[in-house]
């Protein structure tokens, strides 16, 4: 199976920073990455696809990145609403795989 | 506009065999390069994929849950089905189905899920 290592687990962070997760692949996955924004109680909502594309309806402070086997999520000057859990999943090769996911925290 | 809802029995009893049903409009398990993929995540952790079903009945197991995960569907009434047999507790979740695409409908993997079915499995 492709591991997808997640970090950090978790991050204190304030409005206004700009905070990136990377997430790195055991073996090639090509641009076959998907980032998650899921909130207390409610389901995930896809921030990125294939790797750098932004979804619909997503703010272009969002950003997705690849180099080599990192895939990173970027937010650029954070705002109280990104406060949430993030996961990262590779779609390119059965089972597909999570990361472990990285909870922000407001400090 | 895209929205699936899962439904599926809240609590059960060991051994039992766990039934979800995925409940879809807005896209159709006819049409080429569509499918629905099923996850779940337990309170407090993490995602974990386990089973996709495709337009043209093509299906994909988490090897993880050892043959115990069966995926079908129901094209005319727009459902997907999960059954997962002899649970335990460390089925319990939140189980979530979710649109998954292929080809020319790759862009749209994962880009719609549902609210989400609560799974107790207790004594």
């Known amino acids: 199976d492709i591991q997808m290592t997640q970090s950090p687990s978790s991050m204190s962070v304030s409005l206004g920073d700009t905070v990136t997760i990377t997430c790195r692949a055991s073996q090639d996955v090509g641009i076959y990455v998907i980032w998650f924004q899921q909130k207390p109680g409610k389901s995930p909502r896809r921030m990125i696809y294939?790797?750098?594309n932004l979804a619909d309806g997503v703010p272009s402070r969002f950003s997705g990145s690849r180099s080599g086997s990192d895939y990173s999520l970027t937010i650029s000057s954070l705002e109280s609403e990104d406060v949430a859990d993030y996961h990262c999943?590779?779609?390119?090769?059965?089972?597909?795989?999570f990361g472990g996911g990285t909870k922000l925290e407001l400090k | 506009q895209v929205t699936l809802k899962e439904s599926g029995p809240g609590i059960l009893q060991p051994s039992q065999t766990l039934s979800l049903t995925c409940t879809f409009s807005?896209?159709?398990?006819?049409?080429?390069?569509?499918?629905v993929g099923w996850i779940r995540q337990p309170s407090g952790k993490g995602l974990e994929w386990l089973a996709n079903?495709?337009?043209?009945?093509?299906?994909y197991y988490n090897p993880s849950l050892k043959n115990r995960l069966t995926i079908s569907k129901d094209t005319s009434n727009n459902q997907a089905f999960l059954k997962i047999t002899n649970v335990d507790t460390a089925d319990s979740a939140t189980y979530y189905c979710?649109?998954?695409?292929?080809?020319?409908?790759?862009?749209?993997?994962?880009?719609?899920w549902g609210q989400g079915a609560s799974v107790t499995v207790s004594s």
């Open positions: 999943l590779q779609y390119d090769e059965y089972p597909w795989t």
């Open positions: 294939r790797a750098t």
């Open positions: 807005g896209f159709s398990l006819s049409t080429y390069g569509m499918g």
């Open positions: 079903i495709w337009w043209d009945d093509d299906n």
């Open positions: 979710a649109r998954i695409a292929y080809g020319g409908y790759s862009v749209y993997v994962m880009d719609a």
